[in-house]
Each structure stands twice: as C-alpha cells, then as structure tokens.
C-alpha cells in the first residue's frame, strides 16, 4: 500500500543548512509536498514538485526528488529559529483533488 | 493570507454531546474538501471526503454515522462529531484544493471531550 516515511527529529545550528528526507512508495505518486506545522496550527504549504521534475528551488527551499529511488528531501539554507516546527512530506497520486497520504513529520530543532 | 478557515479552534464537551466543527473556504469554491484527524505527534490520516452536492466518501474505518459530514455550499463543510466520547477528543483539520495541484489547510479544531 501507500507508505510516507520520515526521520523523526533534525536538530540544525542557526545559520547551517537543514536537509530533511522522505521517502514514499507509491509509484503513482505524481504530486509531492512539504507543508510545515507550528505548535497548535493547520498546516502550511511550502512547495510542491511534480513527478518530471528533479528540482525546485523557491529562496531558501530546495526541493530534490530522485525519482528512482522514491526518495524526497526539503533543503532549508541558513536556517532561523522561526523555521523550528514540524515538517510533513506528503504525497498524491492526482493532485489537490485527491488525498494525500502523510509522513509522520520531521520535528527540526533550531539551536543558537 | 488564510485560505482555509475553522472555527471553533478549541472545544471542549461533555462525553455523550455532539459537537460541529466548520470549514469555509475563503474567497473561492470548494466543491470538495477533505476532513483529517491528527492525533498528538502522529501524522495527519484522513477521515473522509466532502463532496458539494452528493454524500461524504469515508475512509476505512471511520464510522459514517459518528463522523457525520454535510457540505452545505461551495463554501461550507461542516463535520459533527456525534455521541462524542474521551477517544474522539484529537485536533481535526480540513483542506480544500484551491488550484488542481494543491491542497491548502485550515488551522484546525482542537476537540477535548471529558
């Protein structure tokens, strides 16, 4: 069946580059997404990439998808304590309009 | 700016009351809209779809009856949680595809049911 899965915890010094890995296994995933998670909030999107696609970059968000490998990673460059919160990859087999199966989140610490 | 709206953002009910919880899409249509359940430092999974005009699609395992789902407008879905008790309290959120590639979510209704 369609599985997401995360590492659990990052811990990251301010100012260093985040790197938090995903890896799913449906293989008609064709949309996959980072959406961040606050404390007590919905959840955010940050960016999306679709299946052709190896790389998206949006500022300080880089998005690397080895198709090959079903493996997903979100780089975050010099990191701020603002982007301490929960990190979820998901993915859909056909976009907005279908659902969208959720890793368990990555929790990124961000230390001075 | 907000999208996805929900109110109420925290309730809290007495065990064996029914409570509603109301997504609204804001500034555009959403003719469907999904209901997921996130249980604390777990994942989100879903629990059902909400479909403009027609009934609710359930995942598995989700009783219809409890999780009652009505989706009143192209605006408006809202999800009861019937016969609440302690196991249903959880922090619900809904989402709405506003363009075909994405899904963009409220800011969720934390349930505590005593």
């Known amino acids: 069946g369609e599985d997401v899965e995360q590492s659990l915890f990052l811990s990251v010094r301010e100012g260093d580059s985040s790197v938090i890995n995903c890896t799913y296994t449906?293989?008609?995933?064709?949309?996959l997404y980072w959406y961040k998670q606050e404390p007590g909030a919905g959840l955010q999107l940050l960016t999306y990439i679709f299946s052709n696609m190896d790389m998206k970059q949006d500022q300080r968000l880089t998005v690397l998808l080895n198709k090959k490998d079903k493996h997903l990673s979100l780089r975050i460059a010099d990191t701020q304590t603002g982007d301490s919160a929960i990190y979820f990859c998901?993915?859909?087999?056909?976009?907005?309009?279908?659902?969208?199966?959720f890793g368990a989140g990555t929790r990124l610490a961000v230390h001075p | 700016g907000a999208v996805v709206s929900q109110h109420p953002s925290r309730v809290i009910c007495k065990s064996g009351t029914s409570v509603k919880i109301e997504c609204r899409s804001l500034?555009?249509?959403?003719?469907?809209m999904f209901w997921y359940r996130q249980f604390p430092k777990q994942s989100l999974m879903l629990m059902a779809t909400?479909?403009?005009?027609?009934?609710?699609?359930?995942e598995q395992g989700v009783e219809k009856d409890k999780f009652l789902i009505n989706h009143a407008s192209l605006t408006l879905s809202t999800l009861t949680v019937t016969s609440a008790h302690p196991e249903d309290s959880s922090f619900y959120i809904c989402?709405?595809?506003?363009?075909?590639?994405?899904?963009?979510f409220g800011p969720g209704t934390r349930l505590l049911v005593l």
């Open positions: 989402s709405a595809p506003l363009e075909i590639e994405t899904q963009y």
């Open positions: 500034d555009f249509q959403a003719t469907t």
């Open positions: 449906d293989s008609s995933s064709t949309y």
């Open positions: 909400s479909n403009e005009g027609s009934k609710a699609t359930y």
């Open positions: 998901a993915e859909s087999s056909s976009g907005g309009y279908n659902k969208l199966i």
